[in-house]
């Protein structure tokens, strides 16, 4: 890719095969190792009120990486990471990697029955997570059929003690003070599993896209080839490190040996514009929720001059909220993208375009091709609407333990034994091939850029008692983009809306959480008895 | 009512949708101890200039005036005497 030719112009010690031996393929790991090897001084990460540099996180992933190994973790074991975005989760992502393990994010914010459904479904051998959730979030029950976990690594200790005794739990200062920083023997080839990133599905359990390390590779070396990031950029980051947009920044950031500052989340603008300008931030991703917030600010008291570019993702922005995002940070450039999951980044506008084709979301990302089908499968051409189909050695390797889904969605391609990968989302091209968003093939909601499955929802409400009946909708929202309306049938008048919002409230992440709850005596259904919602919309 | 109740009370209902009412201490962080989210700040922004009506300054919007019960209750308090509870650093 360019901008590696073009840093090893300058400089022969920025060849990124530095820290491999020699016909090793580039692993994620090596992203922080190269960097520790070649920039071993400079600041890597702001996160959680530390400063660590590439070498100090390097010695902490390695010791953290040789308990790994002692306590059993082998070359595709999964690792589930379940803790607040802190020093120890950016840690815990290369400990694993180096162990030659998959690891697992799962957002703090998740509960208790859907932790315990992502541990169960992909077979955790340990779980890297704080007291607080060993004691109140984790499954209590111990060791029947099924259950893979042996051990847990604890970040802190404030109530972390167990009713599982069979599991192993060491403190993660423990760790840091009584294993070597010597690097693991390495194990995996870059076919290898990296990670599983859990994205909810229209069944409503939510599914694993499993994600090798020659995809998120290849992937991060495009991105960061049309953003042209390098070791300059410091990126600041409010994003999950659960979602591929959140977790790229931390790959991107290490990748090209620039300094990543991590916040858990955009609460409290004020504190993030501060933040922005005390670190002399040149990179911002966003999501349309943050930019809509930050339209509104008046930013006349910060210095935000460093700042180099924004990107967009999850939700395209209104034409309007662009023109004004441009008028508020004119020395930045603004990237609109797209994605899924599932082949990570899709899309990107290159910002030239932005005045003539304000509201497309661009084209294929460097190095992959997209196009448009009907649904009998045939190419189409300008202004017509059809399925985008893409093409790319950044298509992820499928849904984990779900053939059928992954069958769905990722289908031979031109090229045998080559998979390519069906969005589910509609779209337009215009004239030149640039991409308009339609919408989405399936029932799936967008809150803010999250997806949410209403099957999801509706299976939480069914989990009431009383509930006879129930179906989610989106609605439309003038902050969010969708909100939640849930239309329910109860057996008696005792079930409030209170009543629901707690349970589901106990049940659902935030996001989640219907904005409107309707009671009806029955709902209309076809004759084969499938409940029509087109009405409640 | 107390004005400190009165934010327990639109917490408990509108928000965490407790039938037990706030089970919190007035110092429990709303959004480090998981109570809201970012969505949840902007509704908690919305409610207090409804309700008392006061302009809200989304630059106000911070840690030190909006992340417990009684923080939140004092910078109102300042608020409405008028004071400047800019808290920026």
């Known amino acids: ?537 | 009512m107390e004005l400190e109740s009165q934010l327990q009370q639109y917490l408990a209902e509108n928000i965490l949708f407790s039938e037990n009412g706030f089970e919190y201490s007035n110092d429990t962080s709303l959004v480090h101890d998981g109570l809201i989210d970012s969505t949840g700040v902007l509704e908690l922004m919305l409610y207090v200039e409804s309700t008392f009506g006061i302009k809200v300054d989304p630059l106000e919007v911070t840690p030190e005036n909006f992340d417990s019960v009684n923080k939140l209750a004092s910078y109102i308090r300042r608020k409405k005497g008028g004071l400047d509870s800019r808290s920026r650093r």
């Open chain 1, 1 to 537: 890719m360019g901008w590696i030719q073009g840093a090893a112009d300058e400089d022969d010690a920025a060849d990124s095969s530095v820290g491999r031996p020699n016909g090793e393929v580039m692993l994620i790991q090596d992203f922080l190792e190269t960097s520790a090897e070649r920039l071993p001084d400079k600041l890597a990460l702001v996160c959680g009120g530390q400063r660590l540099t590439y070498a100090e996180i390097e010695l902490q992933a390695n010791r953290l990486a040789n308990a790994l190994v002692e306590l059993g973790v082998k070359r595709g074991d999964r690792v589930v990471i379940y803790q607040n975005v802190s020093v120890e989760t950016v840690v815990g992502i290369f400990a694993i990697l180096k162990t030659g393990a998959v690891f697992v994010i799962v957002n703090r914010t998740t509960k208790r029955e859907k932790l315990n459904h992502i541990i169960g479904n992909c077979g955790a051998v340990g779980l890297l997570t704080d007291g607080e959730a060993v004691a109140h979030v984790l499954a209590p029950t111990d060791g029947g059929e099924g259950d893979t976990l042996k051990f847990l690594v604890v970040s802190s200790e404030r109530g972390s003690k167990t009713s599982r005794p069979s599991l192993r739990l060491l403190a993660y200062d423990a760790i840091q003070e009584a294993f070597p920083a010597s690097r693991p023997t390495r194990v995996a080839i870059d076919l290898d599993l990296a990670c599983l990133i859990y994205t909810s599905g229209s069944t409503g359990d939510p599914k694993g896209v499993m994600c090798d390390h020659s995809n998120v590779v290849f992937v991060t070396d495009s991105v960061i080839e049309y953003l042209q990031n390098n070791e300059d950029d410091v990126v600041l980051s409010v994003l999950p490190l659960s979602y591929s947009y959140g977790l790229y920044q931390l790959f991107m950031v290490f990748r090209f040996g620039g300094s990543l500052a991590l916040e858990s989340s955009f609460a409290y603008p004020a504190s993030i514009l501060q933040r922005m300008q005390e670190e002399r931030v040149t990179g911002f991703p966003g999501v349309p929720t943050i930019f809509s917030v930050l339209l509104h600010i008046d930013l006349g008291g910060f210095d935000l001059s460093s700042l180099r570019y924004i990107t967009n993702a999850a939700a395209a922005l209104p034409p309007s909220h662009i023109q004004e995002l441009r008028r508020k940070f004119p020395q930045a450039t603004l990237y609109s993208m797209y994605g899924l999951t599932e082949t990570k980044r899709t899309l990107y506008l290159p910002p030239e375009q932005l005045d003539s084709r304000p509201g497309s979301v661009g084209i294929a990302i460097p190095g992959t091709e997209v196009w448009l089908e009907d649904e009998q499968g045939f190419r189409l051409g300008p202004n017509q609407i059809g399925e985008l189909v893409v093409r790319g050695r950044h298509v992820m390797r499928g849904y984990w333990g779900d053939p059928e889904a992954t069958a769905a969605r990722f289908r031979p391609g031109p090229m045998p034994g080559e998979r390519v990968c069906y969005s589910g989302d509609l779209f337009r091209m215009d004239e030149e091939g640039y991409m308009y968003f339609v919408g989405r093939r399936d029932d799936i909601i967008k809150i803010g850029g999250e997806k949410v499955s209403p099957k999801e929802v509706e299976n939480v409400l069914y989990g009431l008692a009383g509930v006879v009946e129930a179906a989610v909708v989106g609605v439309p929202d003038p902050i969010l983009g969708q909100a939640i309306k849930a239309v329910v049938v109860v057996q008696n008048p005792e079930i409030s809306k209170t009543r629901i919002l707690a349970h589901c409230r106990a049940h659902l992440e935030d996001f989640m959480i219907p904005k409107y709850v309707e009671f009806r005596d029955q709902l209309p259904k076809t004759s084969s008895g499938k409940i029509i919602k087109r009405e409640f919309a």
